[in-house]
């Protein structure tokens, strides 16, 4: 069962409300120097030259001064919870300029990409969670990008190879 603070229960419940959910992404990738947060809310002015917003917050153990999740536009759809299906999400990025697009083509492993909603008035209280995706793939042009995000496929998963010994299987010998 997923734990919600009482602030975003309350703002579900109403009509109407000031609450604004912010969905905040942190990619990890070992071509990387640091990790690359974003965030869908301008949330708090981060610079006025050049002029940057983002949100604030520590989850991950980030620091909010130094190290911000930067706002970018962006829609994001969260991962469902169905129980038969891996959990998938989609992210896209609006806007983008050519340097993000060769990023993305010239990675080779997949990035690790963790997820959370909170709410801009809270940023450090996280009331949903997703960690150790993967970024499954990358398609779009110069207006946009979509981002395919899930968990390792389990086609790929390393499966040992037995052989079909005597020793290791004497019931086919008989």
């Given at each position: 069962m997923r734990r919600v603070s009482l602030n975003a229960r309350t703002a579900f419940d109403a009509a109407t409300t000031s609450e604004v959910e912010v969905v905040l992404f942190q990619f990890e990738h070992s071509?990387?120097?640091?990790?690359?947060?974003?965030?869908?809310?301008?949330?708090?002015?981060?610079?006025?030259?050049?002029?940057?917003?983002?949100t604030r917050s520590t989850w991950l153990g980030s620091n909010p001064t130094t190290e911000p999740?930067?706002?970018?536009?962006?829609?994001?759809?969260?991962?469902?919870?169905?129980?038969?299906?891996?959990?998938?999400?989609?992210?896209?990025?609006?806007?983008?300029?050519?340097?993000?697009?060769?990023?993305?083509?010239?990675?080779?492993r997949r990035a690790t990409v963790h997820m959370a909603v909170v709410l801009a008035s809270s940023p450090n209280d996280v009331e949903v969670e997703y960690r150790n995706l993967k970024l499954i793939s990358s398609e779009g042009d110069a207006g946009e990008i979509t981002l395919q995000?899930?968990?390792q496929?389990?086609?790929?998963?390393?499966?040992?190879?037995?052989?079909?010994?005597?020793?290791r299987f004497p019931g086919l010998h008989r």
């Open positions: 071509a990387l120097p640091a990790p690359i947060r974003i965030s869908t809310d301008p949330t708090v002015r981060l610079s006025a030259d050049p002029l940057m917003y983002g999740f930067l706002f970018v536009l962006a829609s994001a759809e969260l991962p469902g919870d169905q129980e038969d299906a891996p959990p998938a999400a989609q992210l896209v990025l609006e806007n983008v300029d050519n340097r993000i697009a060769d990023q993305l083509r010239s990675v080779v995000v899930s968990r496929p389990i086609e790929e998963e390393v499966v040992p190879m037995d052989r079909f010994t005597r020793d």
